[in-house]
């Protein structure tokens, strides 16, 4: 059974060098991260706030914490001070809040919107129309402690390769598209364990994995 370390540096040698690597380490122990970072791994994701909260308090400050599950909005003045990156976000009214939390904290947090891309019901995000009315809204300038960095898209979990190439390419393309219209947008998030090779062909520069670094993951109810 192969360990943390090489499972990260069999990753690591496979993705091109502009690519990021989120280590998606939601449900895992303190050790199994710390074992990530000795490995030299410092950009980790977590998708519940109070498990992010334990565990930056637990391990060493130079880690980058991404956020990378459905955000609710109450729960954001819990990570204000030292979230990295917030890959969910889906509404202009969560857009507000953490504009809001961030400021108390003299801080501008880096935002993704999430686009809809699955076909899957389940899956959150927002309409490529309403990324763009976003985008172009009086109302985002007025917000000064956010940046939107870029767009994150969740594929369909499923094995046809049809589907998930027409998934990541279309928001690929919506990408590159406003990218002209806004040069602040760079950071493209698509791809986890069981498609990040695809979705760096349709140009993913982050990618989430989880599984293939920790292992099957432990379902906490």
Not at 169 to 180: E, G, I, P, V, Y
Not at 187 to 198: C, I, K, V
Request: charged share 25%.
């Amino acid at each position: 059974m192969t360990g943390i370390k090489d499972n990260l540096q069999k990753i690591k040698s496979s993705l091109p060098k502009h690519v990021t690597l989120v280590a998606v380490s939601k449900t895992k122990p303190v050790s199994d991260l710390q074992e990530a970072y000795d490995a030299g791994q410092r950009v980790f994701g977590e998708n519940k706030i109070q498990e992010m909260v334990a565990k930056y308090d637990a391990l060493p400050k130079d880690i980058q914490w991404h956020m990378i599950g459905h955000l609710q909005s109450n729960k954001v003045k819990y990570m204000a001070h030292f979230v990295d990156l917030i890959h969910g976000v889906d509404s202009f009214k969560t857009l507000k809040e953490i504009d809001k939390q961030a400021k108390k904290h003299g801080r501008v947090i880096n935002c993704l919107l999430q686009a809809r891309i699955a076909k899957e019901e389940t899956k959150f995000g927002l309409p490529f129309e309403e990324i763009e009315e976003i985008l172009a809204s009086d109302k985002l300038k007025e917000l000064k402690n956010i940046k939107i960095v870029g767009l994150m898209g969740m594929a369909t979990f499923t094995d046809n390769q049809e589907q998930l190439q027409d998934e990541f390419s279309s928001l690929s393309n919506f990408f590159s598209k406003n990218q002209k219209n806004y040069p602040d947008l760079q950071t493209l998030s698509m791809g986890m364990s069981g498609d990040y090779q695809l979705a760096i062909e349709n140009g993913s520069n982050m990618v989430r994995i989880g599984s293939s670094i920790f292992g099957v993951r432990n379902y906490i109810a």
